[in-house]
């Protein structure tokens, strides 16, 4: 499985975004993706997830209300939809996608929120 971000840049406390992971290869076997985010200095922490079949979510609390994890499955993409940002927010977001026991991470892409 590949996956490829896009979708970041820098944007105004308040503002919004969308970000989006291209999956190829072997998508079929994902059970779930989702968005996780590294700020500098801090751990690498779970920001929302998707399953494959049901499209069940899970959102960490600081983004619960603000983000929305969606997908497009004609596309094998998935997006996540930023609104009210903070400068909380800034961090390096990586697509996350588990299929079976294998974890597999896109590139990263940067997410700077200014105040």
């Known amino acids: 499985v590949q996956l490829v971000e896009s979708g970041g840049g820098l944007v105004q406390a308040g503002g919004s975004l969308r970000l989006s992971c291209a999956a190829s290869?072997?998508?079929?076997?994902?059970?779930?993706m989702g968005w996780y985010r590294q700020a500098p200095g801090k751990q690498r922490e779970l920001v929302a997830t998707m399953t494959s079949i049901g499209g069940s979510t899970n959102y960490a609390d600081s983004v619960k209300g603000r983000f929305t994890i969606s997908r497009d499955n004609a596309k094998n993409t998935m997006y996540l939809q930023m609104n009210s940002l903070k400068p909380e927010d800034t961090a390096v977001y990586y697509c996350?996608?588990?299929?079976?026991?294998?974890?597999?991470w896109g590139q990263g892409t940067q997410v700077a929120v200014s105040s």
């Open positions: 290869g072997s998508t079929f076997s994902i059970n779930v």
């Open positions: 996350n996608a588990v299929a079976g026991f294998r974890f597999y």
